[in-house]
C-alpha cells in the first residue's frame, strides 16, 4: 500500500514538472513578453534593458530553470496590471472564495446526487428514476455560462429572491453552487443510479436479503458501500469539473475568486498573473487526483492488499 | 402508434432499412434524431435559407422583440439584437460554426487519438507507459484554462480554438482505443496475420482498425456536446470565434447585459445550445448502449 501511494506522488509531482515546462513554453514562444509589457511606443534603449532586467538575454534552459526555481519559492512575478502586488500573494487573497464555493457545491451534488441516484435504482421506472434521467441529461446538457445567466433572471431579476451577485452571505452562494454543482450532479446521479442497478441484481445483495437483513440496510449499506467506489474513481474529474467551471461561473456572478481572477487579468493582458493562476489551478488540480488516487487505495480492499 | 412509412412497403432497401430504423427508436429518440437531422440541415445550408444577413443590421430594427412578443414581427422570428441583426439567421450562422468546429475537433482529435492509443495498446512496453503517461497529462490540464492562455498570448482565433479543444479530447480516443487493441490484439486471426508475415502497419490498418472503430465511434457521438459546449463556453468568455462571427456563446455574452429589458438575446441562443446538445447526447448514449453497453454512464467528462 505504502508503495502504491509513493509510486502516485512520484508520478503527480513528473506531471507537476512537466506542467511546468508547458506553460513556461507555451508563454514564451507564441508571445514577445517585452514588446507586450512595453507596448508601441518604447526606444531600443528600453528594449534591450528590459531583456536584461527579465533575464531574457539567457539560454531558453536557463530561463526556464530561474522560472522554475522562483515559482518553487512562491516568486511568480508582479503583477503588471494590479498595482505591481506579487502575482501569489493575488493569487491567495481569491483562493478562499474560490475553494468555498466549490466546496459547497461539491457538498450538495455529492448529498442530492447520491440520494437521487439510488432513489431511482430502487424505484427502478418509477417517477422518481424518470426525474433523475431527466437531470441526468439536462444537467450534462446545458452550458453553465447560460445556466447561470437563467438563474439569475429568474431567481434574483424576477422574483427578487435572492442576491444576483455578491459574496459574503449564504445567499450569495445558492445561485453559483447551484450553476457550478449541476454538472456534478447530473454526473454523479448517473453514475449511482447505474451502479446500484447492478449492485442490487448482484448474488450478494440476494445474500444479504436471503439471511434476513432489513431492506434499508441491504440498500444503504451493502448496495450503496460497492456503488460509491465509481463515484470515487470519478471525484479527481468532477474536482477538474468544478475549477474549470469555476473560471464561468465566477465570471457570471462576478465571484471574486481565481476561476474571475483569471478571466481579469487575461482581459488586462496581466501575464505574470495568468502565468501564476493557470499553475496554480493545475497544481490543485494534480493535487486532487493524488488525493484521490490514495483514497481509492484506502477504500478498496482489493488495491489494499497489493504491493 | 407504429411509424406511418414502415407499413408503406418502401421503393428500395435502403429506405426500407431507413423505416426499420426508425421504428426501433422509442418517442424520445425519435425527436433528438429529426433535431439532429434540423440541426445539419440548416448548418449546411445555412447561408441559402437565411432570411437576412447575420451580420449587417439596420439600428431602426434594434432589440426587437421576437414575433409572439408585443411588438414583434414575422420578419425577425426570434427578434433583433442591440445591432438590429436577426437573431434567427444569427442562429443559423452560429450552427454552421458549431458544426465547423465539431468535425474539425473530432477529425483531428480522433485521428490523432486513434494512432497513439492503437500504438500503445499494439506495441506494449515501453512505448505504452510513455504514451499514457502522455494521456494522464492532457487528462490533468484544465482545457480552459489553456484556451485562455493561448487567448491572451494570440488573440481569440478560429484555429485556436480548434487547437485547445482538441488537444483536451485527444487522451479519451487514445485510452479507448488502447483498451479495445488490448482486447484484440492476441486474438486468433491477429496471430495469424503475423505469422503470414504481413507488416505491423498492415495489421493495424486492416485487422485492428476495422474491430476499434465501433468504440470509437461511439467516443466520438459522445463528444459532439462536449465540443458544442466547450466551444460556446470559450466565445462566450471572449477567446474562442472572435467577432463578429455569430457563435452561440458569443451571442449569450452579448445579450446579458439587456437580459432584464431584451431577455431573448440571452434566452434564444442559449436554448439552441441546450436543445442541439440534449439531442445529440440522448441518441449518443443510444448508440453506446447498442454498441457497447459497458460504455453507459462512463461519459462524464
Known amino acids: ?307 | 402508434m407504429a411509424d406511418a412509412t414502415s407499413g408503406a412497403n418502401p421503393p428500395n432497401a435502403v429506405l426500407a432499412a431507413i423505416s426499420r430504423f426508425w421504428t426501433s427508436l422509442d418517442w424520445p429518440l425519435r425527436i433528438a434524431l429529426a433535431l439532429l437531422v434540423v440541426f445539419v440541415f440548416v448548418a449546411v445550408f445555412g447561408p441559402w435559407i437565411s432570411p437576412h444577413d447575420p451580420l449587417k443590421g439596420s439600428l431602426r430594427a434594434r432589440l426587437a422583440p421576437p414575433v409572439w412578443q408585443d411588438g414583434g414581427s414575422w420578419s425577425h422570428i426570434f427578434g433583433t439584437d442591440r445591432l438590429g441583426r436577426d437573431i434567427l439567421s444569427r442562429i443559423i450562422a452560429g450552427a454552421r460554426i458549431s458544426l465547423t468546429v465539431c468535425v474539425l475537433v473530432i477529425a483531428i482529435a480522433g485521428v490523432l487519438g486513434t494512432a497513439i492509443g492503437t500504438a500503445a495498446g499494439y506495441f506494449g512496453g515501453w512505448c505504452d507507459r510513455v504514451l499514457m503517461r502522455l494521456v494522464d497529462l492532457a487528462l490533468s490540464f484544465p482545457v480552459i484554462l489553456l484556451a485562455l492562455l493561448l487567448g491572451a498570448i494570440s488573440g481569440p482565433s478560429f484555429t485556436n480554438i480548434i487547437v485547445v479543444i482538441s488537444l483536451t479530447l485527444w487522451s479519451q480516443y487514445a485510452r479507448m482505443a488502447r483498451g479495445e487493441t488490448l482486447k484484440i490484439r492476441n486474438e486468433d486471426y491477429v496471430d495469424l496475420a503475423r505469422t503470414s508475415g504481413l507488416s505491423d502497419r498492415v495489421i493495424i490498418w486492416r485487422h485492428i482498425l476495422p474491430n476499434i472503430a465501433p468504440a470509437l465511434i461511439v467516443v466520438a457521438t459522445l463528444q459532439v456536446g462536449i465540443v458544442v459546449v466547450l466551444e460556446a463556453s470559450l466565445s462566450f468568455l471572449g477567446v474562442g470565434v472572435p467577432p463578429p462571427a455569430p457563435s452561440w456563446g458569443s451571442m449569450v455574452a452579448d445579450g446579458r447585459s439587456y437580459i432584464a429589458s431584451a431577455w431573448w438575446l440571452c434566452m434564444v441562443p442559449g436554448s439552441a445550445i441546450l436543445i442541439t446538445v440534449m439531442a445529440v447526447n440522448l441518441l449518443g448514449d443510444a448508440l453506446a448502449d447498442r454498441i457497447n453497453p459497458a460504455l453507459r454512464g462512463r461519459n462524464i467528462q
Open chain 1, 1 to 307: 500500500m505504502f508503495k502504491i501511494v509513493a509510486a502516485r506522488t512520484v508520478e503527480a509531482l513528473i506531471a507537476l514538472l512537466l506542467m511546468s515546462i508547458v506553460i513556461f513554453f507555451l508563454s514564451r514562444l507564441t508571445g514577445d513578453p517585452v514588446a507586450l509589457l512595453l507596448g508601441d511606443g518604447a526606444t531600443e534603449a528600453d528594449k534591450i534593458k528590459l531583456t536584461r532586467d527579465l533575464g531574457l538575454d539567457q539560454p531558453i534552459v536557463i530561463q526556464y530553470l530561474t522560472f522554475l526555481g522562483k515559482a518553487l519559492t512562491g516568486d511568480f512575478g508582479r503583477s503588471v496590471a494590479a498595482g505591481n502586488q506579487p502575482a501569489l500573494q493575488l493569487i491567495m487573497a481569491r483562493l478562499p472564495a474560490s475553494l468555498s464555493l466549490a466546496g459547497v457545491a461539491l457538498a450538495f451534488t455529492m448529498v442530492v446526487g447520491i440520494l437521487f441516484g439510488v432513489m431511482a435504482a430502487v424505484r427502478h421506472n418509477s417517477a422518481v428514476d424518470i426525474a433523475a434521467r431527466l437531470i441526468a441529461l439536462v444537467g450534462q446538457s446545458v452550458p453553465s455560462f447560460w445556466l447561470g445567466i437563467v438563474l439569475m433572471y429568474v431567481f434574483a431579476v424576477q422574483l427578487g429572491w435572492l442576491p444576483t451577485s455578491g459574496y459574503g452571505r449564504w445567499e450569495h452562494y445558492v445561485l453559483p453552487a447551484a450553476t457550478l454543482g449541476l454538472f456534478t450532479l447530473a454526473a454523479i446521479t448517473r453514475l449511482v443510479r447505474s451502479s446500484m442497478l447492478e449492485a442490487l441484481g448482484s448474488e450478494y445483495i440476494k445474500l444479504a436479503r436471503v439471511k434476513g437483513l432489513s431492506e434499508s440496510v441491504v440498500i444503504w449499506k451493502h448496495a450503496l458501500a460497492n456503488s460509491l467506489i465509481p463515484v470515487v474513481t470519478f471525484m479527481g474529474t468532477f474536482f477538474a469539473v468544478m475549477i474549470t467551471g469555476a473560471v464561468i461561473v465566477e465570471t457570471v456572478f462576478s465571484w471574486p475568486g481565481i476561476g474571475r481572477l483569471a478571466y481579469e487579468s487575461i482581459l488586462a493582458r496581466d501575464f505574470p498573473v495568468v502565468q501564476a493562476v493557470v499553475l496554480v489551478i493545475t497544481s490543485l488540480f494534480i493535487i486532487a487526483n493524488l488525493l484521490v488516487d490514495i483514497l481509492y487505495v484506502v477504500i478498496d480492499p482489493r488495491m489494499r492488499s497489493r504491493g
